[in-house]
């Protein structure tokens, strides 16, 4: 005899648990997200509201959009996030498996819809027609070979964030056919890989927002009392979006974005484009749409407040791709290493100039590089690694 398990999962009134058990009707969708976020992800950095703004990013209207990088390893959380994103877009998530063809369709199908337009001189009487809607895409867990072994799909990415110039040109099916394709919209994607640390994909790190998770056990205990969280109790203070029913809850996002916002939107970027101080011009120029988003939304007070956190964000990530990167580490292992042999040998540490060039090129050609970097470079990191140049010596400074 069979049974119908799913009535036990219905509540008094006869509806599943949906996302309606955690949304609170008094606040606003942007500070729902926010605080659904809070309440799924533990991050190591406070960066809920970039990652709340981003969601929100209308794309009928940008003009400029970055990409969120959701970077970290496996149960650090990243791949929560992307769910949320994707139901709130009520999109599908595309993962490293999905060809170049089928994620183009998906964006072309996904990136229209259809409005009732009014006859400005006979309000009751309409037409339907064919407008632009707000999108986003979502992947989850892709990695370097996503990108090597289908460059059309980098391309996408490359030159996908600026609507003026986000149309490219691939092959057709038949030889000699060409197709064009507009790849502008906001993306979110994640991986355990750091590839905004590839020197393979330069010209992607300039288009991403990185936003880094990390597993419980490893955020500091400062971080730990900051989020309220013990190892003890952390798990307690999730909820697991997995245990709800999130059908509908996109169109709390069609609805946000309505003309009166919209139009709030459009005014508030014109400022903004003409007025933003501060920021470095590559980081402004994928920062307006965000800039406008957080602030039309009321996750950020005003442009000033809005600008700041920005600032800080960058000045964060500069920080974090210095440290991190593959040169930083690979020299700073280096002059430890210099450092200890200058010791044994009861001398002052002295790297000569033409040493440190042979080393760069041994560290290229074993493949720890992927390409050799500019003298530039590496003289900035030699001297954030507290070295200065001396009568072609490397010395401690």
Sequence with gaps: MAFDYSSLQLSDDGIADTWKEIYDDSLSLPWNIHHILRQTILLPYDFYDIITVYFLLPSALCKIVPYLFLHGQSGSGKSTAAKIASYLHGVGINTSSDTFAAVRNSLEDRRYGT????????????????????????WDDINSQTFTSQPNLYNMLKFGTNKSTSTITVSGKETGDVLRFNCFCPKIFSSISPLHLDDRFREL?????????????????????????????????????EAY?????????????????????????????????????????ISIDLLTTGIVCGIWQDEDVAVERLKAYWKWFKSESRDTSGLGNLLSEFIRREEKNAKNAQCELSIPTSFLRTQVDNWVNSGYLFEKPRGKEVKELMLDQGMRMKKGQWVKG
Excluded: H
Excluded at 220 to 238: A, C, F, M, P
Excluded at 256 to 277: C, G, M, N, P, V
């Design 115 to 138: 409005a009732k337009v009014q006859n400005p001189d006979n309000p009751e009487d309409y037409t339907l027609q064919r407008v632009a809607r707000n999108t986003m895409m979502v």
């Design 205 to 241: 790190k300039r288009r991403l927002v990185v936003i880094p998770f990390k597993r419980v056990e490893e955020l500091s205990d400062v971080r730990k009392k900051e989020l309220r969280i013990t190892d003890d109790n952390w798990q307690g203070k999730l909820i697991d979006t």
């Design 245 to 285: 029913d999130w059908k509908g809850f996109s169109e709390k996002f069609d609805n946000f974005w309505d003309l009166e916002l919209a139009q709030l939107y459009i005014d508030s970027r014109k400022i903004l484009s003409k007025t933003t101080r501060g920021l470095g011009s590559q980081e402004r120029s």
